[in-house]
């Protein structure tokens, strides 16, 4: 199982309780679909196993970077690729619809995470599901996602 998490923008007592939910659910990693904000948020997240991709409010970008250098996570960028469980996964935080459409609409990828719009998504389009976990920001509830791949299993968290 894999969690899934954006827009958190500083909300440091949602993010508390985002990886507490993580952690109880024994995630094997978590993707984080940008809008973290700041560098020492990322200390909340020491002891998972994360992917950041930056948001379009991710101006820190060389602090993000050696705050995850620090602890262990790999470099935060614009978008990601990555292959789990036999699965191709594509994130991009979702500021570029054309940017993300395209990907979406290549036919190249299983999934799909994004965030930016703060409302939660799972929408199948072709062979790619799409999934936005929601916010922790600026939306009522608070919701993560966790994603079970080998089932292909989606459940949103209240936080």
């Given amino acids: 199982m894999i969690g899934i998490i954006s827009d958190t923008h500083e909300n440091e007592p949602a993010i508390k309780k985002a990886v507490e939910a993580f952690k109880s659910r024994n995630v094997e990693f978590v993707v984080h679909c940008g809008d973290i904000v700041s560098p020492p948020t990322l200390e909340h997240y020491a002891g998972l196993k994360m992917r950041f991709v930056l ?18 996570f790999e470099p935060i960028t614009e978008e990601k690729e990555f292959e789990h469980k036999e699965k191709k996964f594509y994130v991009y935080h979702g500021t570029s619809k054309l940017r993300l459409d395209a990907a979406i609409n290549s036919n190249k990828y299983d999934y799909v995470l994004t965030g930016h719009t703060h409302l939660k998504r799972d929408e199948k389009i072709g062979k790619t ?3 936005n976990p929601g916010a922790l920001f600026r939306v009522t ?5 966790l994603l079970d791949v080998k089932n292909d299993k989606l459940e949103y968290v209240i936080i």
């Fill in 55 to 72: 948001g379009n409010n991710d101006g820190e970008v060389l602090g993000l970077n050696a705050a995850a250098k620090r602890l262990g």
């Fill in 129 to 131: 599901r799409v999934i």
């Fill in 141 to 145: 509830p608070y919701t993560i996602a």
